[in-house]
């Protein structure tokens, strides 16, 4: 099937703003997270390789991260895996390889796995309608364009919406799948592209629906379990449906070995997991995407996209890849929080694509491959580095700071230093909490962002449980800076204290925000210093 393009550009754009980006690294819905405990699973780790046993070359690998480390985007891991082999694998400090991360839309991949899980299983097909498996929520008078939507014009985003869904979704009284219903199809469906993230959604509730399962209950013992994907957790809308076109949060690996899956045609460990022919169908160019000649312009399958090489991914806001490269046998699996997304992509074109030769294998350079592993080994994010201020930290420690009623319900803040590390506490609508930043350098500890609302949040949003890695630093003689990175997602928020006298001003800066050289959305707040 091959459509006529809208600008795709455009939709996404309307996703991003709805999803509520923010320096919490989560889209922020009055929802749920819904959670597996890790399990010991001992049999899916996937055999290690230096670059040159597998034909690639250390050093376009080494040019990799140097080009990371110049650009301008915030790479926070990177796995790369040719011939069944993992060649490199690396995480910025303070993200670790056992965090899971946020996907953002990456998480639409998933989806789409699990309708070629139930198209196997004989549980519905891609021709069949959309309200047929909502019969109680389409309207009372069902138009021709909504009545021909089918499951495959959900998985190809040809809805024929002439915008995004999301905001009809959230804006509704928390029955999504008939809000989503209940908006104007203007297209013949299959005749126009939008990226429409509540397509993606009505894919999950389709799964509930038939199953009774949630999507990550459905996938669970056909793709988590099979693949080792443990402790990883999925939002889910007011009606505890998971939100299917972002939400999930899974490790670099996992999504590697997502990747491993797809290259090797649904075949694991000795097993078919999911149809080579669904593979094929779901990888290869099902509509045109936007205009242009860059990478969201190859063309879409059902949700994933093509890329300019001639292979295909599954990608999530910010730089979350899940990259696969039949022709070189590869998978590149990255996080991010990326400013530009086609400039971080472009790195793996630029620099691992043409490390990539065509002989099986590579003289080895031993020497080369041991500065990559020691290179792999040292990657971090620096904190910010700053002198100490000896006499105002003196002077404000252990002190409370008293604040009049404002947006963020911050009633009080107390900085208690030691030798090498700050303790923050606050009290808010919440209640209490502490984060422990050490001075100058990470802290992560059992530093956690659980209730909602809680650690000044950007009012009107949901937040997800997180990691936070935190630094404490004076960037000069009458001001304090708290940084605070969420390691399970993927952003950064700056709050900053000016200290005059016994006033205190809290200003703050997320990393969306400055990335676009916009102002945050939080007003500064003004408190006393007792």
Not at 224 to 239: K, M, R, V
Not at 483 to 509: C, G, P, Q, R
Request: with cysteine; net charge negative.
């Amino acid at each position: 099937m091959k459509t006529n393009a809208i600008n795709n550009a455009t939709g996404r754009r309307q996703f991003i703003r709805y999803a509520g980006m923010s320096a919490f690294g989560v889209t922020f819905l009055p929802g749920h997270l819904s959670t597996y405990s890790p399990s010991n699973l001992k049999n899916n780790i996937l055999p290690r390789s230096t670059p040159e046993a597998q034909g690639v070359s250390s050093q376009g690998i080494l040019d990799f991260l140097k080009g990371a480390a110049e650009g301008r985007n915030e790479i926070h891991s990177i796995m790369v895996m040719r011939h069944g082999h993992v060649i490199a694998e690396g995480h910025w400090s303070p993200f670790h390889k056992d965090y899971k991360h946020t996907l953002y839309s990456l998480s639409k991949s998933f989806t789409s796995s699990a309708i070629g899980f139930a198209v196997s299983e004989g549980l519905l097909t891609v021709a069949d309608p959309v309200i047929k498996f909502f019969p109680d929520d389409k309207p009372s008078i069902v138009s021709d364009n909504l009545a021909a939507m089918q499951v495959r014009h959900l998985l190809t985003m040809t809805t024929g919406h002439d915008t995004g869904s999301m905001g009809n979704l959230r804006g509704s009284d928390g029955n999504w799948p008939k809000a989503f219903l209940a908006k104007e199809v203007v297209h013949t469906p299959g005749s126009h592209f939008l990226y429409n993230t509540g397509a993606t959604y009505m894919l999950s509730a389709i799964i509930q629906t038939l199953t009774g399962e949630t999507l990550m209950e459905y996938l669970k013992p056909r793709l988590f379990d099979p693949l080792g994907i443990e402790g990883h957790d999925w939002e889910t809308c007011p009606q505890g449906i998971n939100t299917g076109g972002y939400g999930l949060r899974v490790r670099t690996q996992d999504i590697a070995h997502f990747g491993q899956l797809y290259l090797q045609k649904g075949m694991w460990n000795g097993k078919q997991l999911l149809p080579a022919s669904w593979i094929e169908e779901a990888t290869m160019k099902q509509t045109d995407s936007q205009e242009g000649d860059g990478d969201w312009s190859q063309g879409y399958g059902y949700q994933f996209w093509r890329c300019t090489p001639g292979c295909y991914r599954g990608d999530g806001a910010f730089g979350q890849y899940c990259i696969v490269i039949p022709e070189k046998d590869a998978v590149v699996a990255m996080n991010s929080d990326s400013v530009s997304m086609p400039e971080s992509m472009q790195l793996v074109w630029d620099y691992l694509l043409p490390a990539m030769k065509d002989s099986e294998t590579l003289p080895a350079d031993k020497k080369l491959q041991k500065l990559l592993k020691k290179s792999l080994e040292a990657l971090t994010i620096q904190p910010p580095q700053h002198q100490k201020n000896v006499a105002l930290q003196s002077s404000v420690n252990g002190r409370e700071i008293k604040f009049p009623s404002n947006d963020l319900g911050l009633a009080s803040l107390r900085l208690e230093f030691s030798a090498n590390k700050c303790r923050i506490k606050l009290v808010d609508t919440y209640g209490t909490h502490t984060v422990v930043g050490g001075i100058n350098e990470w802290n992560v500890g059992d530093n956690a962002r659980v209730e909602p609302m809680s650690l000044l949040a950007i009012p009107g949003r949901t937040s997800v449980p997180t990691k936070i890695a935190a630094s404490v630093t004076w960037p000069n003689e009458n001001e304090l800076s708290l940084t605070w990175k969420y390691v399970e997602n993927a952003h950064t928020d700056t709050i900053n204290l000016k200290f005059e006298e016994n006033t205190v001003t809290i200003s703050f800066l997320n990393s969306v925000s400055a990335g676009r050289e916009q102002e945050d959305p939080r007003a500064d707040i003004t408190g006393t210093l007792m």
